[in-house]
Nanobody
Framework: EVHPVESGGGLVQAGGSLRLSCAAS????????IGWFRRAPGKELEGIVC????????????HYSDSVKGRFTISSDNAKNIKYLEMNELKPEDTAVYYC????????????????????????WGQGTQVTVSS
């Protein structure tokens, strides 16, 4: 069963940093695109980073939402089959439950920007991890 598992959330002061992890269970990130989404209190789910390392040049790449561009970075530990979301310069408005989601590369026919717009494009989701940024 494909099951991404998030960890690394917590409480941090504004301006601080935090690193979230998304560990793969039942699949390999080499074959899957990943999306990081978040849901802030009272707000809708927001796609913040979507990435695909497939060889296809059109459907591959990394998309960052404007809200996190320049502050958040996705990275990988291929040996451990883990994806990370490095979050810097955190703001109180970054407070949310953060989710990682994955989708097989073979099923993707849109850009990563489009994948981030439509959460339903991802079939497998983690349980979420809470990030709270205090002012």
């Amino acid at each position: 069963e494909v099951h991404p598992v998030e960890s690394g959330g917590g409480l941090v002061q504004a301006g601080g940093s935090l690193r979230l992890s998304c560990a793969a269970s039942g699949f390999a990130f080499d074959d899957y695109a990943i999306g990081w989404f978040r849901r802030a209190p009272g707000k809708e789910l927001e796609g913040i980073v979507c990435a695909n390392n497939a060889t296809s040049t059109y459907y591959s790449g990394t998309h960052y939402s404007d809200s996190v561009k320049g502050r958040f970075t996705i990275s990988s530990d291929n040996a451990k089959n883990i994806k990370y979301l490095e979050m810097n310069e955190l703001k109180p408005e970054d407070t949310a439950v953060y989710y990682c989601a994955v989708q097989p590369q073979r099923d993707i026919r849109v850009t990563m920007a489009s994948m981030c717009l439509f959460a339903t494009a991802f079939d497998s989701w983690g349980q979420g991890t809470q990030v709270t940024v205090s002012s």
